[in-house]
């Protein structure tokens, strides 16, 4: 664990931390652009610039790529880094255009946020500015060319972590483009976290532009309601309405990101025909109204009918919240029905994977992203949770084996960000098979994991289980 | 579309390849060589037999700057304007090419002869400034050398 001094705070990293992040572990901010926890190390806006007074490496230093060591003493306030960082960010303002006013990223912009730190108040550059012609890019996202300050995060999500192809960076120099071959819909399901990824306008949400400004919106923590992965979300209210909803990080579930279903498809929240407040017979009334006359005719219908002729009707869909009401409910009305599922098949499997998942045998998406060996059952995970197919691929990129149980391979293979070997069934997926992967799995013996799609019943669920299990010990069946 | 012969060659070229990224360029070049320049079309092509999307090929394409996305003339004179040709008035070589053929760098002579492009250090520091016109290399440039060059290009053209 290397020990550093930073502005005076003596600090001690994990090895491979590099001097951004060990300042930020004692509070202090190193302004950045083209950093980003999640993604690879590109050094390419200069503008994390420290100066190390001490130790190994002495002089003006990038801190997102220098790791920390022994013995560094740094300084994020010496002249001369605070020099280079304000030349820095007037140099990447030189091509900025001044339409923050008409800007959908006003307000919540990190280029904002570093220009003003910075000390960059007045421009010096009479020129003319660099300019593009922008390009479709679907109906999530708007692109505005002319803003770019060239920090390459968006090919880095879009190719290198989320195995994107159609989008990416042309030309070079001061002719560098991020965009597509030609003008049409992103196809990445994760195109959206450009917008969250970008630290200045380039890359809006199409969706919710000039509705209102960051501080206008009301935020609450949030789990995306689209699958049961749970992705942690921020939705931005305004005034009774959903305009946006942007990523929350949670290491354990979904990172830094969110796939576009979470992101975009939220026009029913806002439908004008969702009820926003309690009826009677269709005649809106309060809160307390309302339940008094639902309490008074479910005790009129049991008196007439007795509560076993009573059905109590949840939905898998339902808040955690609502689902536990309507189980103390039906608790207190001793005898009536209770049912979350529309037929008994999918109750039955749901009922065995909460049975048969524990601690031990349950896996985060940070779990799968370190497993050595994966086996996917024949589900279309694009389709039953996107930001799993991430997991596996961080995984896959990583070493992991990864094997899909398929009826049809080819199909279901077809639009996975990550390779992937089909196999006939779960037992023939070779645990101690050759390569890499299945060495290092023997070694460690940890991490294998399945996944599968909802809608198994009771006794498929129960075989994929053993076979994770199976799995999971490094045993050679059962 | 491109000859069956060239394509067996490339297919061949992608094959020997450790990855197929790595013969990217060879390919551009090859599809270049038939084409004129790098047609959209081209771009496809490259794409299906490296196994790259049409944006990862242009992504290289338009990196490289002999590598052409645009139509260019029968011969394009690539005028080097790094630091060491700059030192010795690459400025005045340029303004001379654009001057005689009647172009600004990216334009190609009224006669259809030859496209005017800048370009980086080619490796003739030494012989600053300098030029190549088709792949053939210039040095020691003025106005009188590059006069003769252009007439010389000219005559073995036609």
Redesign the interface.
Known sequence: MPKLIIDDIAVEVPAGTNVLEAARSVGITIPHFCYHPALAIAGACRLCAVKLLDGPVKGIQMSCSLPAQDGMVVSTTDPEALQLRSMVIEWLMINHPHDCPVCDEGGECLLQDFTIAGGHGRRRYQGKKRTFLNQYLGEGIQHEMNRCIECYRCVRFYQDYAGG????????AG?V?FG???DGALESPFSGNLVDICPTGVFTDKTGRFRARYWDYEFAPSICPHCSVGCNTSPQNFQRELIKVVARRNDQVNGWFICDRGRFDKGYVNDGRRPRQPMIDGVACGYEEALDALAGRISDFIGMNGTGSLALVGSARLSLEGAILLGELARYLDGAQLCYFADSSLSGGSLAAVQLLNEQNAASLSDLEGADCIALLDLDLMQEGPMLALAVRKAALAGAQVYLVAAEPGAAQKDLPFRCTAVGSLDEVPLEGGGQGGRRLRRRRKGARTAGPPGLDRSEVGHAAAGGERLRRGAAGP | MMPEALRTSLQARVAAAVTPREAAVDVMKELQAHYGWLTDEA?GEAARLLG?????V??LA??Y?MIYRRPVGKKVIHVCDSISCWCACCEEIMRHLKERLGVEPGGTSADGMFTLLPCCCMGMCGDSPAMSVNGTPYGKLTPELVDEILARERALAS
Do not use: H, I, K
């Not at chain 2, 790259?52 to 990862?56: A, D, G, I, T, Y």
């Open positions: 192809t159609d989008f990416g960076v042309t030309g070079s002719r483009y597509r071959f030609a | 771009v790259l999307s049409e944006l990862q242009e992504e338009t990196f700057e």
